[in-house]
Nanobody, 120 residues
């Protein structure tokens, strides 16, 4: 069974840093893309960052230059390093693994979410 376990959220002041971790099990980790999403109260869940199996990355414009996604295939872990945090980064952050068949995404696996709160 696929399981994604997140950790690293917390409360920080604006300008501070956090590193989120997501440990995956039940998948061939190095064959899958991984992503981080976030959802703030009253807003839709949005893609924050994505990393492919060959280490290509993409970021939302709002976090580009401040956040860094990385993966450790030996530890089956994906990270999100968040620097220069802003109050608008406050959200629940979710780890994601898409299931793709013949070029089409058919399912998403999600972690339980970890709360990030940035105070001003």
């Amino acid at each position: 069974q696929v399981q994604l376990v997140e950790s690293g959220g917390g409360l920080v002041q604006a300008g501070g840093s956090l590193r989120l971790s997501c440990v995956a099990s039940g998948i061939i980790f190095n064959r899958n893309a991984m992503g981080w999403y976030r959802q703030a109260p009253g807003k839709q869940r949005e893609l924050v960052a994505r990393i492919t199996s060959d280490y290509g990355t993409n970021y939302a414009d709002s976090v580009k230059g401040r956040f860094t996604i990385s993966r450790d295939n030996v530890k089956n872990t994906v990270y999100l390093q968040m620097d220069s945090l802003k109050p608008e980064d406050t959200a629940v952050y979710y780890c994601n693994v898409p299931v793709v068949v013949r070029g089409t995404k058919i399912y998403d696996y999600w972690g339980q979410g970890t709360q990030v709160t940035v105070s001003s």
